[in-house]
């Protein structure tokens, strides 16, 4: 069965940090980029960040450029994304995704041609 699953969610503080898997089974992430995403109830779908598969590039969103960091695992056929310093704007539910291409295109932010979509973990700051 193909599927990604995301987990390390939950509650952290203001400043805090987590960490993110997207663990992928049915198949392979190693030629695939992958996105990460997030939903706030108040909120449209938000593109966090992206990491490709040849050279490894990473995309960030401004609103979380300098905070969080993607890092994929072939070899555990996982991905991460480490967040650090936690702001309570941060709170949402957080779901990766396998695009349909080697790299992160340009619409990547939208969420467009994306194959596979986890089911979402949730992250919530506050103190």
């Known amino acids: 069965q193909v599927q990604l699953v995301e987990s390390g969610g939950g509650l952290a503080q203001p400043g805090g940090s987590l960490r993110l898997s997207c663990a992928a089974s049915?198949?392979?992430?190693?030629?695939?980029?992958v996105g990460w995403f997030r939903k706030a109830p108040e909120n449209e779908r938000e593109g966090v960040s992206c990491?490709?598969?040849?050279?490894?590039?990473?995309h960030y969103a401004d609103s979380v450029k300098g905070r969080f960091t993607i890092s994929r695992d072939n070899a555990r056929n996982t991905v991460y994304l480490q967040m650090n310093d936690l702001k309570s704007e941060d709170t949402a539910t957080y779901y990766c995704?396998?695009?349909?291409?080697?790299?992160?295109?340009?619409?990547?932010?939208?969420?467009?041609?994306?194959?596979?979509w986890g089911k979402g973990t949730l992250v919530s700051v506050s103190l």
């Open positions: 995704a396998e695009l349909s291409t080697a790299e992160c295109h340009s619409a990547w932010k939208s969420g467009a041609n994306m194959d596979y």
């Open positions: 049915g198949f392979t992430l190693d030629y695939f980029a």
């Open positions: 990491i490709g598969s040849n050279d490894g590039s990473t």
